[in-house]
T-cell receptor, first 112, second 111 residues
Framework: KAGVTQTPRYLIKTRGQQVTLSCSPI?????VSWYQQTPGQGLQFLFE???????NKGNFPGRFSGRQFSNSRSEMNVSTLELGDSALYLC???????????FGPGTRLLVL | TQLLEQSPQFLSIQEGENLTVYCNSS?????LQWYRQEPGEGPVLLVT?????EVKKLKRLTFQFGDARKDSSLHITAAQTGDTGLYLC???????????FGKGTRLSVIA
């Protein structure tokens, strides 16, 4: 079975721009969660989608949004980028919920 | 808000030494997961412990879930350079609430 894939792997943007990251979960998995990882804050939960519906949301501003398509693939969007948005963005999939999550390799975003 | 505290934050040891890392909380979790993350990669699940007092062994790694399901430990026997990485614990609450992650223990094993 193919693992979780994320594209792109690396991204450089400037302040004020917006960015869209993509995640393809393991085949058959319906839950996709997104996390932001920084050295200072660790792994912080952004949101979770299950069957195209946002089921949980973390404590991030509205500039961070996401969606899930009918094939379970998910995208997250960050608008009006700030320097502090520089981080590793991780996507994880699971069959139904937070149990046994499988992570992708992440997208490293650098905001200049 | 549920929080998980991991200690130590950093650990540098010689190959062959033993070590223990801790994951503590004031909250009760339905399960506790341990992950290892290597540079440039996403976390990889090592084990899930579910029952209070449970002990699981994975080769040289021993995981324990506290009796009250509020804390966990990871013990590595005879560490190898391949054990180097960031070790993360994550707690699962009730229902479909998101996992809560600790900030991790960064382990460096030197030959």
């Amino acid at each position: 079975k193919a693992g979780v894939t994320q594209t792109p792997r690396y991204l450089i943007k400037t302040r004020g721009q917006q960015v869209t990251l993509s995640c393809s979960p393991i085949s058959g998995h319906r839950s996709v969660s997104w996390y932001q990882q920084t050295p200072g804050q660790g792994l912080q939960f952004l949101f979770e989608y299950f069957s195209e519906t946002q089921r949980n949301k973390g404590n991030f501003p509205g500039r961070f949004s996401g969606r899930q398509f009918s094939n379970s693939r998910s995208e997250m969007n960050v608008s009006t980028l700030e320097l502090g948005d520089s981080a590793l963005y991780l996507c994880a999939s699971s069959s139904t919920g937070p149990e046994t999550q499988y992570f992708g390799p992440g997208t490293r975003l650098l905001v200049l | 808000t549920q929080l998980l505290e991991q200690s130590p934050q950093f650990l540098s040891i010689q190959e062959g030494e033993n070590l223990t890392v801790y994951c503590n909380s004031s909250s009760v979790f339905s399960s506790l997961q341990w992950y290892r993350q290597e540079p440039g990669e996403g976390p990889v699940l090592l084990v899930t412990v579910v029952t209070g007092g449970e002990v699981k062994k994975l080769k040289r790694l021993t995981f324990q879930f506290g009796d009250a399901r509020k804390d966990s430990s990871l013990h590595i026997t005879a560490a190898q350079t391949g054990d180097t990485g960031l070790y993360l614990c994550a707690g699962e609450g009730s229902g479909n609430t998101p996992l809560v992650f600790g900030k991790g223990t960064r382990l460096s094993v030197i030959a």
